[in-house]
């Protein structure tokens, strides 16, 4: 579902981005996992069938963004935050939520190590980004794969992020247009809007 | 994907959405074109509702030129895996499947990731170009069953794929694959080394089980041979249950 491990941008840009992804489960987990869920979550299972379904009415399939994030842990999908507080907090619910579904974080790894354990957590298993290799002369401008590598699928192109671009800074198109037309395009919905809109400011 | 030439007015409004870089003017017509060896079947085009006379038209995609979709678009599921294109769950569920233990380094290879796309035929000189750093290591290097690219092998253990597969454009598809620790250093030369000979880009991930107290082993190694890594990565946090006992 997510590419999320090659993000590109400096580092206090990269303080503002966490994505936080929830798994399902493979198959011969997939009995003990539903049972465990059901008997935490009653109703979440209906007439036999897995439903897949966000606490408190959040929808399935896209991904969840801060200020909904705040309503209660997401069993399968992503969340995108802005804040390593609201990284920790949101892990914490998670923690207590005990939803039995693997967690997975895409950011900082010292940050994201840090909250783990000042919520008394640990990190089981770490992937670090070694970079791109190969004919890197065939890619776009630093600051249009800051936004494209926000989608885990390259699905926004870069000439796209290009025009848009150029639209804000020609007073055609207002940035939060700008912003939204990107993530529209991202369909795990993991395109972080808070740190594009600051991405296009510094342009 | 094609465009219905009837339709299309040569607006040009589709050009930059395409991932591809697919889709230009046709000169003197005033119409658009998909260029068909550069589509790589993502759809952007026609599910993004660029085109203000919907003149986009999806093509029967037969094998081979079906692998174009399944690793391009997001939601096109891979039949064997049944899992979405290029997906693969890597290290994500380890702490329920215990796919990477101590003392194992796994690694990931997005071919043509970030936005260049490529063919199956540089997949293909990466994969032999890690599976021969893997010789003279006990175990070699092991590519994960469980994953879309390994599916379009020849086998798992030699890296070539498929005859008919190596001419197709995709978006980029995930190597991934595990070997001892001590061969950590032999797969980055050789992945630095292949890196001359493709005509795309490729990200690479690194991934390591943690120990007891939460450190990460392979870190010191990357520290300790001066290999550069971003400080961003990926966590799983170990809240899967059951908790793999490795």
Redesign the interface.
């Known amino acids: 579902m997510t590419h999320s491990l090659h993000r590109q941008g400096p580092e206090e840009s990269l303080k503002k981005d966490f994505v936080v992804l929830a798994m399902g489960t493979g198959a011969g987990a997939m009995a003990a996992q539903k049972a465990r869920l059901s008997r935490r979550f009653p109703g979440l299972y209906k007439a036999g069938k897995a439903v897949y379904r966000l606490l408190r009415g959040l929808k399935k399939g896209r991904g969840v963004h801060q200020k909904q994030a705040r309503k209660g842990p997401v069993i399968r999908g992503a969340v995108v935050l802005d804040s390593r507080e609201a990284l920790r907090d949101y892990l914490k619910m998670l923690k207590e939520a005990d939803t039995g579904r693997p967690v997975v974080v895409s950011g900082l790894v010292d940050e994201v190590d840090g909250c783990l354990r000042e919520i008394g957590l640990k990190p089981h298993t770490v992937q670090f980004s070694l970079g791109v290799f190969g004919k890197t002369e065939r890619l776009p401008a630093e600051d249009v794969l800051q936004m494209t590598t926000m989608c885990g699928h390259d699905m926004v192109a870069p000439k796209l992020v290009e025009k848009w671009a150029e639209d804000v800074r020609r007073g055609k198109m207002p940035k939060e247009k700008a912003v939204e037309n990107m993530a529209r395009l991202c369909r795990c919905g993991i395109f972080n809007r808070a740190r594009a809109l600051e991405i296009l400011d510094r342009q | 994907m094609r465009i219905d030439e009837e339709k299309c007015t040569g607006c040009r409004l589709c050009?930059?959405?395409?991932?591809g870089?697919a889709i230009a003017e046709v000169e003197g017509r005033n119409k658009c074109a998909v260029d068909q060896d550069l589509c790589v079947e993502?759809y952007?085009c026609r599910w993004?509702g660029c085109c203000p006379q919907d003149a986009f038209e999806e093509t029967e995609l037969e094998w081979p030129r079906s692998v174009r979709h399944t690793f391009s678009a997001?939601?096109a599921a891979f039949s064997d895996t049944r899992m979405?294109g290029?997906?693969t769950?890597?290290?994500?569920?380890?702490?329920?499947?215990g796919r990477?233990r101590l003392g194992e380094v796994?690694f990931?290879v997005?071919v043509g990731?970030?936005?260049?796309g490529t063919t199956f035929a540089d997949v293909e000189k990466i994969a032999m170009a890690v599976a021969e750093a893997g010789e003279g290591i006990e175990g070699g290097v092991s590519f994960v069953e469980d994953n879309p690219t390994t599916r379009l092998m020849k086998d798992g253990k030699s890296g070539k794929f498929r005859d008919d597969v190596r001419g197709e454009r995709i978006?980029?598809c995930?190597l991934e694959f595990k070997i001892e620790e001590e061969g950590l250093m032999k797969v980055?030369r050789a992945?630095?080394a292949v890196?001359e000979e493709?005509?795309?880009?490729?990200?690479?991930?690194?991934?390591?089980?943690?120990r007891e107290?939460?450190t990460?082993p392979?870190?010191a190694m990357?520290d300790e041979a001066g290999?550069?890594?971003?400080?961003?990565?990926?966590?799983?946090?170990?809240?899967?249950?059951?908790l793999s006992p490795y």
Request: hydrophobic residues 35%; glycine residues 12%; charged residues 25%.
């Open positions: 050009i930059p959405y395409c991932c870089g993502c952007v993004s997001v939601k979405d290029r997906g769950k890597e290290m994500k569920t380890n702490d329920i499947t990477f796994g990931t997005d990731r970030p936005g260049v978006l980029s995930i980055i992945l630095r890196a493709v005509d795309t880009v490729f990200s690479v991930g690194c991934i390591s089980r943690c107290d939460g990460v392979v870190r990357l290999v550069f890594y971003r400080p961003n990565g990926k966590v799983n946090v170990g809240l899967g249950r059951p």
